[in-house]
């Protein structure tokens, strides 16, 4: 067991409080014996030499020394605590002195020099331990000294017994105890060792798998849960890293091939100005491409590591959609798609960044022409109801496939696999457009029907109904 394990730690502690416990609990124990033994001691004597006043008061008047000491004698053999008792008065002569105490010259406290309580007092008298009470007396006007003794070998040889006993039962439930805490601490934190070795078992090529979760309803129950909640998180994280990472690979290989052939094919030969002409703008078409291709990239990374900022201020939503709807109108001229637009020049503010609303209006414009066949229509709406603003672009295209309709906000998502590059484009548009919809606070939604056409609603809170 390491001196800096979580069991070390708890068993030390254990065992420590408990040492303490039971030492505080077995002085206490000792000391309450102890005095009470003692002051049953105590009562004995004080209640003999109530005996002895009582004697005194009856028969000291009606006696002679002699008789006294001889009554004395006899009261002292008959009474509780054997011969051991004497008595003088305030000149220090003896009325009665037994001869244990006698023979010992045991020394006697003048009724003057007493307090009111008496005094007590542990004396050794012929190896024996002695507790003497000394107390004054009055009797038909005369003070004297009643000291009485008790012997209390047998007292402190109990004591001594309970003493060793403690000090012999202390360690041993101490040890017994530490036993115990060790073995519950190291059966409680088993499943932390469990954890432990899965996790070390653990790396991106296993990352589904997952920690054992042990079945009590505790702390550990539910650290297990929240760790594997991050795993799944981690997971699906380093997922999409790597499928981005893919994807992008894939994607970015295709121009780049592209470019380099059409240079290759147009150096093979000597070609006419108008030749290299044509070579170049191809090159050009497809560098662009590829250029919004890396732009999106890096707006897509950034967002996804928590960089992308946006200049968030009240502005107009409908003046944005306004200008996106010129660049629209252009595309669907080009391609021969009507273009309709239902967007009212009243204020629809909105707290959101201009260039990003933008770039998302063109983004379902584009869709929405390159979708939609010649003579077919895309109409672009906006409205204002319930405190929020709604723009919805709309089209008479294919539509979407009911199975495709939960991807395509995917990155690299194509919902038709057979689309030319010129009309699919890398499949980031729509995701981009929906990181902006929620970098707003807003949402998108989509209805689409084969044959039909599909239909992109975006709402926005509006800035006056926060």
């Given amino acids: 067991m390491k001196a800096r394990s979580i069991r070390f730690r708890l068993t030390a502690w254990y065992s420590s409080v408990l040492a303490l416990a039971l030492i505080v609990f077995g002085a206490f124990s000792w000391l309450a014996v102890r005095e009470f033994l003692f002051e049953a001691v105590n009562h004995e004597l004080d209640d003999r030499v109530q005996g002895v006043r009582r004697f005194m008061e009856n028969q000291i008047g009606a006696l002679s020394v002699e008789e006294i000491r001889d009554e004395f004698k006899e009261h002292s053999v008959l009474g509780p605590g054997g011969d051991l008792f004497q008595v003088c008065d305030a000149q220090g002569v003896w009325l009665y002195r037994s001869a244990p105490l006698a023979d010992e010259e045991v020394s006697i406290r003048f009724p003057a020099t007493l307090p009111g309580q008496g005094v007590l007092e542990d004396r050794e008298v012929k190896g024996t331990r002695l507790r003497f009470l000394s107390r004054r007396v009055e009797a038909l006007g005369k003070a004297y000294t009643i000291q009485v003794a008790a012997p209390t070998h047998e007292l402190h ?32 934190l088993r499943p932390v060792g469990e954890i432990i070795a899965t996790a070390r078992s653990i ?115 409908a003046a944005v959609v306004l200008n996106a709807c010129e660049q629209g109108e252009k595309l669907a001229l080009q391609k021969g798609v009507e273009f309709e637009k239902q967007v009212s020049d009243r204020d629809a503010t909105v707290c959101g960044d201009r260039n990003s609303l933008r770039r998302l209006m063109l983004i379902l414009l584009d869709n929405a022409v390159k979708h939609t066949e010649p003579r077919g229509r895309v ?56 990181w902006i919809v929620d970098a707003h606070g807003g949402s998108i939604q989509v209805a689409s029907e084969l044959d039909r056409g599909s239909a992109f609603r975006v709402s926005f809170p509006e800035a006056g109904g926060r």
């Fill in 379 to 434: 109409r672009v709406r906006l409205e204002r109801n319930h405190q929020s603003v709604h723009v919805e672009v709309s089209d008479t295209g294919a539509g979407i496939h009911p199975e495709d309709l939960p991807h395509i906000f995917e990155r690299f998502y194509r919902s038709d696999k057979s689309r030319s590059r010129d009309s699919g484009g890398a499949g980031l548009g729509l995701s981009l457009a929906k």
């Fill in 157 to 188: 040889e109990g004591l001594a017994v309970f003493r060793r006993a403690l000090l012999l039962v202390i360690p041993l439930v101490l040890l017994v105890a530490a036993w115990g805490g060790w073995w519950m601490s190291r059966r409680a």
């Fill in 203 to 317: 790396g991106e090529q296993s990352l589904s798998q997952r920690l054992p979760a042990p079945p009590a309803q505790d702390e550990l129950r539910r650290l297990s849960e929240t760790l594997n909640q991050m795993l799944e998180r981690i997971e699906k994280a380093f997922r999409r890293v790597t499928q981005f990472t893919a994807d992008a690979s894939h994607e970015l290989r295709t121009p780049v091939a592209l470019i380099r052939a059409t240079a290759e094919i147009a150096l093979r030969k000597p070609r006419s100005d108008a030749g290299y002409r044509q070579v170049l703008e191809e090159i050009l078409a497809e560098s662009e491409r590829t250029t919004d291709l890396i732009e999106n990239l890096l707006t897509l990374a950034r967002a996804d590591a928590g960089k992308a900022s946006l200049e968030r201020v009240p502005l107009d939503l």
